[in-house]
C-alpha cells in the first residue's frame, strides 16, 4: 500500500472530515519527512577528522557531519547532562542511554568522567534496535573505554564500570526495568519526524519512570512534539547551545523552570505542530505514528481557521549515537 492509500485509510479509520487540499499537505509533508538527510553511504569522515557512519535506513548520519563525532558527544550531551559536576560530588552515577549506536557517547562519556574522579563507579542502561557491523574507531584518547565496551556487549562489571544493553525495540526493552534512578539521559535516536516511536509521549513517560528527580534528560532535538510531551510530563525545558546545527537542542528536569525565549514559549504554546507523538500500546509501527500526528496537527490547522507556521525542519547529523 503507497503512503496516499495508507493515508486516507487512516483517515477513514478515524472517521475525520478533511479536504482533498489539506490531505495532499499531509502526504506532501510527510514525504518531505522521509527523505534521507544526506547522499553519503557507510563510514564517512566529518569536518572535524573523526568518522561517523551514516545508517542505510534512516539515511542520516549518527553525529553531525559538522560539527564532529567527539565534539557533538561532549557539547550536545556530556555537558549540558550535569554529569561532569556530578563526578565532583557523587561516588557513582547512572546513566540511561537511548539510542547506543556506535558507543561513542558512552565512552566519551565514561572518559571525561574517570578524568574528574577516577573512583568514580558507572552504571549505564543503553537502548538500541540494532547494533552495526562496521563501527569507525574513536580517537586514541577515548580508544579504551570504546573497545571495553565493545568487547564486552551485550553486558559487563569491571573497572567500578557496569554497563547493560538491550536490544532489540527500546518500547519494550524499557518495560524490563523495574528499578533504575537515572542522573542523566542521553536522549539520540534518529530524527523525530523519522523515529517518532522513540519520541513519543508514551515512550518518554517510560523514561520518567527511570530518572531520579534530580536527573537531566539531553538531546539535540528541539521539536515541538518532543518538547511538548515533556511538558505535559511535568519537564523544565531549556535550549542547549547550537552544535552544528542551525538551533539549539533541549536540556529537561523535573525540578528546574524553562528557560526559552520569547519565539519558542510562542511556538510551544501556539503552533499546531506542538502537539505530542502519541504511541499508547508502545507497539505503533512508526508510519502509523508519524501519520495520526500529521492528521491532529491538520484538524488543528483548520480549527484556528488555516492558520500553517513554517515546516518544522531537521538537519544532517540528528541522529543516534
Not at 496516499?4 to 487540499?21: C, G, H, S, Y
Not at 584518547?141 to 573497545?147: G, S, T
Not at 535550549?239 to 510562542?266: H, M, P, Q, W
Not at 507497539?283 to 500553517?308: H, S
Request: hydrophobic share 35%.
Amino acid at each position: 500500500m503507497d503512503l496516499n492509500d495508507l493515508l486516507e485509510e487512516r483517515i477513514r479509520q478515524k472517521a475525520v472530515a478533511l479536504p482533498q487540499e489539506n490531505i495532499r499537505h499531509i502526504i506532501l509533508e510527510l514525504k518531505a519527512w522521509l527523505q534521507p538527510s544526506v547522499e553519503e553511504k557507510g563510514i564517512v569522515q566529518t569536518q572535524s577528522g573523526d568518522y561517523t557512519l551514516v545508517h542505510p535506513l534512516y539515511g542520516e548520519p549518527y553525529h553531525s557531519l559538522f560539527a564532529g563525532a567527539i565534539r557533538e558527544c561532549i557539547e550536545k550531551f556530556l555537558e549540558p547532562s550535569g554529569l561532569l559536576d556530578k563526578a565532583e560530588k557523587f561516588k557513582k552515577v547512572r546513566i540511561l542511554d537511548i539510542g547506543f549506536g556506535l558507543g561513542y557517547n558512552i565512552a566519551v562519556a565514561i572518559k571525561r568522567l574517570r578524568d574528574i574522579n577516577p573512583s568514580l563507579e558507572i552504571e549505564v542502561l543503553s537502548f538500541e534496535k540494532e547494533l552495526p557491523q562496521s563501527v569507525p574507531p574513536l580517537p586514541e584518547e577515548f580508544a579504551k573505554f570504546h573497545k571495553l565496551i565493545w568487547d564486552n556487549l551485550p553486558e559487563f562489571e569491571k573497572d567500578c564500570i557496569r554497563f547493560r544493553l538491550y536490544l532489540g525495540d527500546a518500547r519494550q526493552s524499557i518495560l524490563e526495568v523495574s528499578e533504575f534512578s537515572a542522573d542523566a539521559v542521553f536522549h539520540d535516536g534518529f530524527s523525530p519526524y523519522r523515529n517518532p516511536e522513540l519520541w513519543s509521549f508514551d515512550f518518554l513517560s517510560q523514561i520518567k519512570r527511570l530518572m531520579s528527580q534530580e536527573g537531566t534528560w539531553v538531546s539535540y532535538t528541539s521539536s515541538l512534539p518532543v518538547r511538548k510531551a515533556l511538558k505535559e510530563l511535568g519537564f523544565g525545558i531549556c535550549t542547549t547551545k547550537s552544535v552544528g546545527r542551525k538551533r539549539g537542542g533541549t536540556k529537561a528536569c523535573l525540578l528546574c523552570e524553562d528557560n526559552l525565549s520569547e519565539e519558542e514559549r510562542i511556538k510551544l504554546s501556539t503552533s499546531p505542530y506542538a502537539i505530542p507523538f502519541l504511541d499508547p500500546t508502545l507497539k505503533g509501527e512508526p508510519l502509523d505514528i508519524l501519520i495520526d500526528y500529521r492528521i491532529r496537527v491538520e484538524l488543528l490547522k483548520v480549527a484556528q481557521g488555516g492558520f500553517e507556521p513554517p515546516t518544522p525542519r531537521f538537519s544532517a547529523g540528528c541522529s543516534t549515537n
